[in-house]
């Protein structure tokens, strides 16, 4: 188990990275610019990384732990539901205007690994994979459930690039519409097919 100051310096590296690649970019990124940018040793970020992909790699997997993390607690809001998911997905969105400390456009910025390391993003493929397998189990028919995540998808990604131009009332009613006409709540009577 890594020592506590080893910890502090894989994060102080984690950070240094996320504010360098949300200021000038994947592309702009190179070990030696990380080093300078955490303030720490090339043999620090060699101990932790033992390359840059190594390093985007840590970077997905925690961003895709925030999103588990995020999905979990806006589901358990809905507990009581049958079919927690597409509330849990409205309940995520409505709370998206605020960044969660820079996560979103930090998603964003992860997206254009996709052009440099795109093999780095496998966790955000296993990630769409593991809900994907939600939708397939949950009590709602499956194609009515993926459009209701899909369109909630649609606003997550207009709002990560900057192009949501809706006024608050207006997605309220799209969120309400989706869970309650796309993805209704099923009755102990209904069946999957």
Known sequence: MPSE????TRNKILEATRVFIMREGVAALSIDKIVKESQTS?????????????????????YVQHLDER?????????????????????????????????AALGVALLALHLHEPESLKPFHDWYQRLFEMVKKSPIDTPRLLTAIMAFEGFFFTHKMGFDTLDKETKEATWR?????????????????
Do not use: C
């Open 42 to 62: 090339k043999g620090a970020f060699l101990y932790h990384f033992k390359n840059k992909k190594a390093l985007f790699h840590a970077l997905v997997e925690e």
């Open 71 to 103: 999905l979990t607690t806006n589901m358990a809001k809905f507990a009581d539901k049958r079919e927690p998911l597409a509330p849990g997905y409205a309940s995520w969105y409505e709370g998206f205007d605020e960044d969660d400390g820079g996560f």
């Open 177 to 193: 519409f989706i869970v309650n006409e796309v993805a209704p709540q099923p009755t102990s009577k209904e069946v999957k097919d």
């Open 5 to 8: 100051k080893a910890l502090r």
